[in-house]
């Protein structure tokens, strides 16, 4: 039998709520107040606590904070008779399962205890699958060696390769793929550990400022260039140059890129001295330069100078079976960065992902593990925090499935939808998620009908 | 038409939220009409001393309690009044008139109240 702890001052209150919560099996146990109610959590170990916010003494978030030093996982309902935004967000922040307004609406209340109760069973049978002690810099390098896949283990081996020699390397793959991180990983893997890497994103810049940060300029080389200098082929010494986006470079940069290749010299804009060149140089691409070459768009003899050694990167749907393991690494590393916790995931989460097409690849799947993560009311991942429809909306699209296509309308009824289900109809926290007011939030499940 | 009348200024309590809590149980609701009729005369005379001393926090305090409590009980018809001595009694020139209207209609739904017990 769960227990459930209701703090409140309110006599009648509590009544109302004993009596609903009885009659739903729940054992009761009552505080008139927050010290009285955090002595019963010490004694009596509640499976769910809720609380009042308005309370002489001690209020309901302060009850809450107490609760978080040493009860972690227990679920705690904050109750207001207003709803308040930023009581709202604070509690959610604290930790609160959920925040709802009184009168509570005697179907909400049980669906979210016993949606609170559940969260907490699952939990409890899930093991907790982040190694809390791994180091920073080991976390670092799991980051990139994800992968047990035979195309990734193949990758890595590759890496072994190269990364003990000063070899270009060409690495090619869709948007999203970890086309950088493989180049960290060359670069800190071998024998480039301990000199510098220098990236450049070849598209941000115009090819004039291209060329000036790539070989640098003297004084006086242009308007603005009032000293001296370096470019990134200087700065990386005998370390990596890492251009990235390499098929965005102009016809002329192309030519001066090669020279510096074959010579292993270059100029800086506007100077005169040959300065050598000793980096190594790691290009990458999400276009096919083999079909630019095609379009008269890329040089040929270039492109066999850069693919000295080349990577292709699969796109994660051709390796759905490292989603586990990327996943639990993007919780690792989320739940640092975001001071969360976390830890577990739920069942039949990892399938749902894997039935996802993932057309933004691993940069997708870690914004997805972001928002479920923010979402999430414990430290379960769980499937009702991710958000997958609008994606798997767009995959349909590139499958040629228009039929599936459907209205701005429909499509916004549908999120509302989700969205309200996902907070059990707080309208408050509903409408902080769309980013509408409350009115608007109103307006809009009255037109579209939508029903609890 | 005298009845109507009284009906109008003071309507009969609302149930149906506590008959919803209740799951219809007549026994549950009497005990909870009970504690409303045992707990609103302190929250009242809170009310009352705080509006008449000016003391705006406990006003605020006995305010919010009370709107849980109405809204419980179903003496919903003076729910805006006590919402707005919440949230700006101190700028209210007719706080005591509000009062004493507030006091009156709940009065007179715990005549009715009483009546069910």
């Not at chain 1, 702890?5 to 109302?16: A, F």
């Amino acid at each position: 039998m769960e227990k459930i702890l209701i703090i409140d001052d309110d006599k009648l209150v509590r009544k109302v709520f004993k009596m609903t919560l009885l009659k739903e099996g729940y054992d009761i146990l009552e505080a008139e107040d927050g010290p009285t109610g955090l002595q019963l959590i010490r004694s009596e170990h509640p499976d769910l606590t809720l609380t009042d916010y308005q309370m002489p003494g001690m209020n309901g978030i302060e009850v809450l904070a107490e609760i978080r030093k040493t009860k972690t996982n227990m679920p705690v309902i904050i109750l207001t008779a207003f709803g308040d935004v930023v009581l709202t967000i604070k509690a959610i922040q604290l930790g609160a399962f959920d925040f709802l307004e009184k009168p509570v609406n005697p179907e909400l209340l049980k669906t979210t205890i016993k949606s609170a109760l559940e969260s907490v069973n699952r939990s409890n049978k899930l093991t907790g699958i982040i190694k809390k002690d791994i180091p920073v810099d080991t976390a670092l390098e799991h980051s990139i060696l994800v992968g047990k896949t035979a195309k990734m283990k193949e990758i890595f081996k590759s890496i072994g390769l190269i990364s003990m020699n000063r070899v270009n390397v060409l690495i090619q793959g869709e948007t999203g793929t970890g086309k950088e991180l493989i180049a960290r990983l060359i670069h800190y893997s071998g024998i480039t550990r301990s000199e510098p890497l220098v990236v450049v994103n070849c598209s941000a810049l115009t090819e004039t400022l291209l060329e000036s940060e790539l070989f640098g300029h003297v004084k006086g080389a242009f308007t603005d260039s009032i000293r001296d200098k370096k470019g990134k082929f200087e700065l990386a010494g005998e370390g990596t140059i890492f251009l990235d986006e390499i098929s965005e470079i102009s016809h002329n940069t192309q030519v001066k890129l090669l020279r510096v290749i074959q010579e292993l010299e270059f100029e800086k804009v506007g100077g005169e001295s040959p300065i050598p060149m000793k980096a190594r140089i790691i290009a990458a691409t999400n276009k096919s330069l083999e079909k630019l070459i095609q379009e008269g768009k890329f040089r040929e003899d270039l492109y066999y100078r850069l693919k000295v050694f080349t990577i292709d990167m699969p796109p994660l749907r051709e390796r759905k079976d490292d989603i586990n393991d990327l996943v639990i690494h993007f919780l690792y590393k989320l739940n640092k960065r975001f001071n969360r916790n976390v830890t577990k995931i739920g069942d039949g989460v990892i399938e749902m992902l894997q039935q996802h097409n993932w057309s933004g690849n691993v940069r997708e799947l870690e914004n997805t593990i972001l928002q479920a993560m923010i979402v999430a009311k414990n430290d379960v991942l769980e499937k009702e925090n991710i958000s997958l429809i609008n994606r798997f909306e767009g995959d349909q699209e590139k499958q040629g499935n228009k039929e599936m296509i459907v209205s701005l309308a429909e499509v916004e009824k549908a999120h509302i939808k989700r969205v309200l289900d996902l907070v059990n109809w707080n309208k408050v926290e509903a409408s902080q998620i769309l980013d509408i007011s409350r009115p608007t939030l109103n307006a809009k499940i009255e037109k579209y009908n939508l029903i609890q | 038409m005298e009845n109507n009348k009284d009906n109008q200024e003071y309507p009969i309590p609302d149930l149906s939220y506590l008959r919803d809590m209740t799951d219809g149980d007549e026994e549950s609701l009497k005990e909870v009409i009970a504690i409303f009729l045992d707990e609103a005369p302190r929250l009242m005379k809170l009310m009352k001393d705080s509006a008449g001393s000016g003391d705006h926090d406990s006003l605020k305090f006995s305010t919010h309690k009370l709107i849980t409590q109405l809204t419980y009980v179903g003496i919903t018809s003076v729910i805006p009044d006590v919402k707005l001595i919440n949230t700006g009694s101190s700028k209210m020139s007719d706080l005591k008139e509000r009062v004493d209207r507030i006091a009156e209609v709940v009065e007179h739904s715990m005549t009715y109240l009483r009546t069910l017990i």
